[in-house]
């Protein structure tokens, strides 16, 4: 059964204090990986999509990297603003168009 | 461009009544989901439309869920009638290609339905 799971569910940090978030995977055979950013209130708003083992994306403070079994999200020298619920979800060669969420990592940025 | 408008807002209702929830979707994306998170839970998909037809309704829970996509343009969520376990918020999200591709589904802000 595809699975996905986040660490840690949350993530206090300083300003510009870096950090990463970790999205673990089992899915039979990956057609892709997201990474959605959550603000309370709204619905998920897309970052990036991953599609295989070694490769990377970045966007301002924020990049993130695939491996076989796990993805992960760095925040470099976080702002108060990239406070928000951040979600992981994959996508399997057998699901169509479904996508497989996690719970989800909230993160908190203090000035 | 004008993004994934999702009304009411929010609802609550009371056990056994019926309510219905409407999605429009970008203009263009063929594609429409609907996903529900539960309090505490994980976003869970319920279906996929192409265009009007259903691709995949193997996440709607149960027959209490009638989902409808008129002329391939907007879309609407029944529930009838509804049940407690039916609470959450539920999420409705377009894309031009299945599973969002490069660019990711667009999600609206969804409809926190509160059944009492």
């Known amino acids: 059964e595809d699975q996905v799971t986040q660490s840690p569910e949350a993530l206090r940090l300083q300003e510009g204090e870096s950090s990463s978030l970790n999205c673990s995977y089992t899915?039979?055979?990956?057609?892709?990986l997201f990474w959605y950013r959550q603000d309370p209130g709204k619905g998920p708003e897309f970052l990036f999509t991953?599609?295989?083992a070694g490769e990377e994306k970045e966007k301002e403070r924020l990049k993130a990297t695939l491996t076989k079994k796990e993805s992960f999200l760095h925040i470099t020298a976080p702002k108060p603003e990239d406070s928000a619920t951040y979600l992981c979800a994959v996508r399997g060669y057998n699901q169509g168009g479904k996508l497989i969420f996690g719970q989800g990592t909230e993160l908190s940025v203090k000035p | 461009e004008a993004g994934v408008t999702q009304f009411p807002s929010h609802s609550v209702i009371e056990k056994g009544q019926t309510v219905t929830l409407r999605c429009d979707p970008i203009s263009g994306h063929d594609n429409l989901y609907w996903y529900r998170r539960v309090m505490g839970k994980e976003i869970k998909f319920l279906l996929h439309f192409v265009k009007e037809s259903k691709q995949d309704e193997s996440g709607m829970p149960n027959n209490r869920f009638l989902a409808e996509r008129t002329g391939g343009t907007y879309s609407t969520l029944k529930v009838q009638p509804a049940e407690l376990e039916d609470s959450g918020v539920y999420f409705c999200a377009s894309s031009q290609v299945p599973g969002g591709g490069g660019y990711g589904y667009t999600f609206g802000s969804g409809t926190r339905l509160t059944v009492v």
């Open positions: 991953l599609y295989s």
């Open positions: 899915v039979s055979g990956l057609r892709g």
